[in-house]
C-alpha cells in the first residue's frame, strides 16, 4: 500500500512544482499560436467585410512580428523548462509518480533515437499524464 502513496512524498515536490510550471508554459504557447493564426488570417477576413462603420482605433491586433517574437520567447522557455524536468527526474525511460493536486499523475523523460549515428548523447522525449 505504501507503493501507492509514493507520489505524496515531500522529495518529489520540486519536480511537481516544475511540471506544473511546464504544463502552463505549454497552455501559453499554444494560445500564443492561437493567437498568430488569427492575425494571419485577419487582414483576410477584415477584407471580405464590407462595414460603413470604421474600426476603433483602440482594438488594432498586435503586429504579426511581436507575436512572432512571443511565440520564440515562449518555445525557448518550454525548452528550458523541460530540460529542468529532464533534470530533475529520478530515473529515466520509467514513469514516475508526482502530485499535481488531483490524484498521482505521471511524467517520464524515455529515450528516443538518435538522428545523428555519431551523436552519443541521448535525447529524452519528456511525457506528462495528467
Known amino acids: 500500500m505504501a507503493s501507492n502513496l509514493d ?7 520540486p519536480l511537481a512544482d516544475k511540471v506544473q510550471a511546464y504544463i ?10 492561437v493567437e498568430a493564426v488569427a492575425t494571419t488570417h485577419q487582414p483576410a477576413d ?10 476603433a482605433s483602440g482594438s488594432a491586433a498586435q503586429p504579426l512580428e511581436q ?10 522557455e518550454l525548452q528550458q523548462l523541460r530540460q529542468e524536468v529532464v533534470a530533475l527526474l529520478p530515473v529515466r ?3 514516475v509518480k508526482i502530485n ?11 529515450s528516443t533515437p ?3 549515428a555519431t551523436d552519443a548523447t541521448p535525447e529524452y522525449d519528456l511525457r506528462v499524464v495528467v
Open 100 to 110: 499535481l493536486g488531483y490524484g498521482p499523475s505521471r511524467v517520464g523523460a524515455f
Open 7 to 13: 507520489y505524496l512524498d515531500p522529495a518529489l515536490q
Open 46 to 55: 477584415a477584407a471580405s467585410h464590407t462595414s460603413p462603420q470604421p474600426a
Open 24 to 33: 502552463q508554459a505549454e497552455k501559453e504557447f499554444q494560445r500564443a499560436e
Open 67 to 76: 507575436i512572432q517574437l512571443k511565440l520564440q520567447h515562449l518555445r525557448e
Open 114 to 116: 538518435a538522428i545523428n
Open 93 to 95: 525511460d520509467e514513469w
